[in-house]
């Protein structure tokens, strides 16, 4: 009996090590793809290894390492050292100093993979390291720390729960907004760092699988469900809900203005079909308020588009979502009579009505068509991103208001769990 037990201890404790430390290591394709003819360098200020095929067949001190595709193979050289083969056969490691590529640097080391007779150079980076890279660029290091703990703990799920999406080119995610921004090394800091460290390992989870923790600018005071914005099936953390947070943010609220005649030209260049366009109609909108749908009315036909695709031809940054509303035209405008004649009522200005009192605004007398009428277009908005999941800048809000990290993610993700 005691030997048995102690067998059942000891192959406990060989287990419980690997499962509590283990920690798994994400390909990160970094910088821009290359062409048929890319040669890149890479630099390393301090000792690394090169391997092919598992096996060290260089080392150095320091250096730079250029590396040229040919079809779909690379040529690799440093010093008197040059080999070629298969990309992903190669891997450099860095001995305890970061590598360097383009103007950034990274922990971890480079990997190569070719995909569409593009070079991919990819960063091997443990998970946690890969998020000290992360969050610098997703939030600003002075926000509130139970920001950033959250941040930590939603990037690190959705990274997990995401890992796959490049799988056919070799690689887990890249460094762009389409996984997350990532720029290694060079943009740590002591806080961010920090917000890693103190959660590391912590997931999000629903019913026992990662959640896919999709977060935002800002919502505007509302998000969204997941389904009304990219399609498929509802996901039960991924709703709309009021989000009293982000009402008064940073972009909570915007106004996007452009010249009539160049709003014109990009619109019937994009439908060449419609002739010179004539009204733009919002046709559909999703429950949360945000444009689903437009008609784009022409004197030779119409047109629908999307919210989003309403969005993208004009720029993400200057339509900041599909949370938007098109301002009254001048024949529809609420006046204020005064000592020197009639003028367009302010928004937030008071009126004096038969009931008493009352803030004008303007969103209240929106149309669902644009006036183009004038010399300038004007659209107003609420919210900053596609509105799924995690508000940062309502994250930011709730720290102010005293919620630590798991109260963050619980409101923005209900019914996750952390662990």
Known sequence: MKKS??????????????????????????????????????????????????????????GKVRIKLKQDSIEIKTGNFSDRGKANLFLIAGKGTPIGYGKLKYRGNIKF??????????NQISVEDYLKGVLPKELSPSHPMETLKAQAIVSRSFALANKNK????GFHLDD??????????SVETSTTNQAVEETKGLIAYYNGQIANTIFHATSGGRTENIQDVW???????????????????????????????????????????V?????????????????????IIGNKGQSLMTGNQFRSLYGATKIKSTWF???????????????????????????????GIETYHPQMEKNDFLDISGDEIKIQGKGY????????????????????CREIISFYFPGVEIK
């Open 5 to 62: 037990k102690c067998l059942l201890i000891l192959i406990f404790l060989l287990i419980i090590p690997s499962f509590v430390f283990a920690e798994e290591v994400l390909d990160i394709r970094v910088g821009e793809r290359g062409n048929q003819n890319q040669e890149i360098f890479l630099s390393c200020e301090g000792p690394f290894d090169i391997y092919k095929n598992g096996k060290i067949v260089t080392s150095l001190e320091n």
């Open 113 to 122: 993979s070719v995909s569409n007779q593009k070079l991919n150079v990819i």
């Open 166 to 169: 490049f799988s056919k080119e």
């Open 176 to 185: 762009t907004t389409s996984s997350q921004v990532y720029h290694g090394v």
């Open 231 to 273: 399609g498929g099936k509802e996901i039960p953390y991924l709703i709309m809900k009021e989000d009293p947070y982000s009402i008064d943010t940073n972009h909570a609220t915007w106004e996007f203005k452009m010249n009539t005649k160049e709003f014109l030209q990009t619109l019937e260049k994009k439908f060449p079909n």
């Open 275 to 295: 002739g010179k366009i004539q009204t733009i109609n919002i046709v559909n909108t999703l429950p949360s308020g945000r444009v689903k749908e437009l008609n």
């Open 325 to 355: 509303f098109f301002e009254p035209s001048v024949a529809n405008q609420k006046v204020v009579l005064t000592a020197n004649g009639k003028r367009p009522l302010s928004e937030k200005e008071s009126k004096i009505t038969s009931e």
């Open 385 to 404: 991103g596609h509105g799924v999941g995690m508000s940062q800048y309502g994250a930011v809000n709730m720290a102010k208001n005293g919620h630590n």
